[in-house]
């Protein structure tokens, strides 16, 4: 009886140490038929100390000022999440054109993008605000504008009608103004049934017609060859564009109507941010911030240098014009548009900022 008693608890023994020597509990075994998706992206930013990958586009230059300023954003934001935030760019429109990629962060497919918000009309006709021309009274009243609280209801706005945007910050800065080929624009009188080029825009066919232009829609790529051979008698466009399309070679005259200072926002997919823990969106924020400022400073010096490059090197003249005859011809599409949009209390704090 005794050598049955020592066996059994020997027996208990040997199983009691087995069981905690290493043996995985039943729930931490992979389960047959186990079809669990792995965890989304969004879920996994979630999840406290990983690391969140963003991925943002534009179609510009590697060595436009956007990628200068993306390229500090990257840097910022790394160091100010402790290194879990990861930035990875893809310039010169390698994800496809504006709209293409303006779509793609809309719907998830891609995280931010820096564009002309206007590409995204199809959808929200409220991105179509800052193609309004002399909005801005100068480049200090742009800055204030967009950096105080209009600049913020505009995002919530935009947040809330685009179906998938988020605003994170305006970026741009540069003047648009007209080039001629034939010879300079001194008044509004030139501009009469002057054929100018537009980006596909309704509110930029309005204004232009107000003016007493006769707008075309050509394609940016086409547009050198278009001027050279005198199917559109100029175009309005930004300094380093300009230069680096060498538009000034069939448009050496230069009007500084200075119409538009463009906006250009960095949009990120909603979802995306909102799903991001509070210390990681405050560090993302915080970097574009910083970045913002320094973009702006960098496309403005780029302005001003591009500029006196094509008046230094290239012939190019300048000339001024008188822009309260201008201004007062687009007021209707200004009240057209604020009425039909809704945007008109917005527009008028906008221009109300000192």
Known sequence: MKKLTAFIMSAVMILTFAACSGAAPA????????????????????????????????????THPWNQGIADLTKLAAEYSGGRIEIINYPNATLGTEPDMLESVREGSLDMVISDPTVGTTFCKELELFSLPFLFRDYDHWQKALDGEPGQKYADLIEEKSGGLKILGYWGGS????????????????????????????LKFKVWEAVGTLPVTIA??????????????????????ILSAKFYEPAPYFTLTG??????????????????????????????????????????????????????????????????????????????????????????????VQ
Do not use: W
Not at 227 to 237: K, V
């Open 27 to 62: 729930s931490s075994a992979p389960q047959q038929g186990n079809t669990a998706a792995p965890a989304s992206s969004s879920q996994q930013s979630e999840s406290t100390g990983a690391k969140i990958t963003l991925k943002i586009g534009n179609n510009q230059p590697d």
């Open 259 to 352: 119409h538009e200072i463009t906006v250009r926002p960095l949009f990120v997919n909603a979802e995306k941010y909102n799903a991001m823990e509070p210390e990681m969106q405050q560090a993302l924020a915080k970097a574009v911030a910083e970045a913002t400022a320094l973009a702006r400073q960098y496309e403005k010096e780029a302005g001003e240098a591009a500029q006196k490059q094509m008046v230094e090197e290239f012939g190019v003249e300048l000339y001024e014009i008188d822009k309260t005859p201008i201004m007062e011809r687009t007021k209707p599409v200004f009240e057209e548009f604020g009425n039909t949009s809704g945007l008109n209390d917005l527009i008028a704090e906008i221009q109300e």
């Open 220 to 241: 940016f790529g086409e547009t050198y060859s278009a001027m050279a051979s005198g199917l559109c008698d100029g175009m309005e466009n930004e300094m380093p564009s």
């Open 175 to 202: 003047t648009r103004n007209v080039i001629a080929v034939k010879g300079p624009v001194k008044s509004v009188d030139d501009l009469q049934g002057f054929k100018l080029r537009l980006a596909p825009s309704d």
